[in-house]
Nanobody, 125 residues
Framework: QVQLVESGGGLVQAGGSLRLSCAVS????????MGWFRQAPGKERELIAA???????YYADSVKGRFTISREITKNTVYLQMDSLKPEDMAIYYC???????????????????WGQGTQVTVSS
């Protein structure tokens, strides 16, 4: 069983930075597909960054160039570095894991078996 525990959300001014952490237990992070989803009020949960496809890391257009996903194998942890934050980035952010990569970046949240508890990111303008 894979367990994910997130930390690092909070309140930040527009233009600021936050780093989210996702501590993984039950499996080594190097053997997992890892992603970060976010869900804003009234919207569907969407994949914004992922690591584990052979083609490399994936970023949604809305965060490309501002967010970076990374893994620290020694700590069995995945990070999401978020820079140049905008008010529209405000959402609950979820760490997600699969044993195998989904077929595409258009994957639905329904295909993800393992989730973190979610962490709120609030960006003030």
């Amino acid at each position: 069983q894979v367990q994910l525990v997130e930390s690092g959300g909070g309140l930040v001014q527009a233009g600021g930075s936050l780093r989210l952490s996702c501590a993984v237990s039950g499996r080594t992070v190097s053997g997992l597909f890892m992603g970060w989803f976010r869900q804003a009020p009234g919207k569907e949960r969407e994949l914004i960054a992922a690591s584990g496809w052979s083609s490399g890391s994936y970023y949604a257009d809305s965060v490309k160039g501002r967010f970076t996903i990374s893994r620290e194998i020694t700590k069995n942890t995945v990070y999401l570095q978020m820079d140049s934050l905008k008010p529209e980035d405000m959402a609950i952010y979820y760490c997600a894991a699969r044993l195998t990569p989904p077929s595409s970046s258009a994957t639905s949240s329904r295909t993800i078996p393992y989730w973190g508890q979610g962490t709120q990111v609030t960006v003030s303008s």
